[in-house]
């Protein structure tokens, strides 16, 4: 086991940020926000495995695989946030911290995203931070998990 790994999960149609939506997703390309990630998490001592999927089984089995080498997770599961009870399950199943983060603030945005499955079992939720917040996930699972 890699004592120092990190799972950097996204979800669906975050492989076409840069593009999708600028005024709600901001210009940063999912490219640019694992690299800037892997970045913050290699100061901290952290190797980074990223994985984006559209398909919510390759999310589950990334979550899974994550129990054998990773000591925690962040995760972007986009609209699966506000459908998925299998992603959660999954989450939980592992037993690993877990930060659930979110480009923009869902709060502000239609109703049927101000309810995330995946918040219940998460350790901490960053909203509306833009791709910053997957740095200050890193943060926080460093200050967690032992810098």
Known sequence: MTE????LLNGPNLNLLGSRQPEIYGSTTLAQIEKSTRSVAAEFGFDLRAVQSNHEGDLIDA???????CVGI???PAAYSHTSVAIPDALAGVEL???EVHLSNVARREAFRHHSYVSAVAD???AGAGPLGYEFAVRYLADRIGS
């Open 4 to 7: 120092r790994r990190l799972l």
């Open 63 to 69: 979550i899974h695989l994550a129990r054998e080498d």
């Open 74 to 76: 962040i995760v972007n």
């Open 97 to 99: 911290p877990v930060v």
């Open 124 to 126: 901490a939720v960053i």
